[in-house]
């Protein structure tokens, strides 16, 4: 079967015919139907401090999978030859297309234990979204934010991850309120929900936030996130788009501040997603495109042309 695999830092996706999967005991395979592409693979194919995570090469990218179960290996119970299933990429030790083999190919091999079951009213494609972008988002604003309602909650970013951050904190109650210089996704962030839009985070300044979510991460807005929470208020970092940053250690301090890494979640918060957006309560903008597309894909959010999610149709 083919599969688009990484190689090398900085190399093109190379499409290589590799061996169709077998089960072994306590694993299932999948037809793949959707696989999301994400800024990750982006920070794979262009930093070199990835290489780290990805030991051996060459490698099937794609970490955000769902599909259908049609093989089981020995021992497994809890699964059923037919079940809709997304894969969560953080449940076992080998995270698919980085430890392991991914989701940008037909089919894939993976422990029953990481499987998350689809609810019937789920596309593929929202299934394979909600496996990262879906759960990281989550994660971080329900989980590590310790959301409450009520609270009056700042979003950084209003991408893949921060348009979804943003809705389920308006589901959740909150007042919400978005940073996001790119104002062409201003009208999105009003169908949100949310309570207003500015372009930079320095406009928050003094503004007494109870959390802030910073699914962006580019220095300045971890920065200026510190200077808008109130005292003993909550920042959440999620966003890698800067690697380094400088703070005032004075607004650290002075205001008590919680600053928070958020990575990840688990199946429990793919879960919860799954039911917000089969409910339809979380509708996260989405473009489909094509297995043939991944590599165009890919070069398409590293140049921000993406708004929303990018997920591939892999096959019906």
Not at 175 to 193: I, Q, S
Request: hydrophobic share 45%; with cysteine; glycine share 14%.
């Amino acid at each position: 079967m083919k599969a688009w695999q990484f190689t090398m830092t900085n190399e093109p996706l190379v499409l290589n015919e590799v061996p169709e999967p077998t089960p072994g005991p306590g694993e299932v395979v999948l037809d793949i139907k959707a696989a999301g592409l994400c800024h990750s693979d982006v920070g794979a194919m262009t930093d070199p401090g990835w290489l780290a995570i990805i030991p051996n090469r060459p490698i099937t990218i794609g970490h955000e999978i769902a599909g259908v179960v049609t093989a089981l290996g020995e021992g497994v119970t809890d699964v059923k030859l037919g079940d809709r299933v997304g894969v969560c990429p953080t449940a076992s030790a080998l995270a698919p297309g980085y430890g392991r083999d991914g989701g940008f190919t037909y089919k894939h091999r993976v422990l029953a234990g990481d499987l998350v079951p689809m609810p019937d009213a789920l596309s593929f494609e929202m299934a394979a979204l909600g496996t990262d972008a879906g759960m990281t988002a989550y994660q971080a604003m329900v989980v590590r934010g310790d959301l409450k309602p009520g609270m009056k909650v700042g979003v950084i970013g209003l991408g893949g991850l921060g348009q979804i951050g943003a809705r389920v904190a308006v589901l959740k109650g909150a007042e919400v309120h978005v940073a996001e210089k790119n104002e062409g996704v201003w009208t999105l962030a009003k169908e949100l929900g949310v309570t207003s839009v500015v372009s930079d985070v320095s406009e928050w300044a003094g503004q007494g936030f109870d959390l802030i979510v910073d699914y962006a991460g580019f220095g300045t807005t971890t920065a200026g996130a510190l200077k808008a929470i109130r005292f003993d208020g909550r920042v959440v970092q999620v966003g890698m788009g800067r690697l380094e940053t400088t703070l005032d250690i004075r607004d650290l301090i002075l205001n008590k501040a919680q600053l928070l890494g958020s990575m990840g979640g688990t199946k429990e918060d793919i879960a919860a997603v799954y039911e917000l957006i089969g409910s339809g309560d979380l509708k996260p903008v989405v473009t489909i495109i094509g297995f043939d597309e991944i590599p165009d894909g890919i070069e398409r959010l590293h140049q921000g042309k993406v708004v929303g999610r990018l997920v591939a149709h892999i096959a019906d």
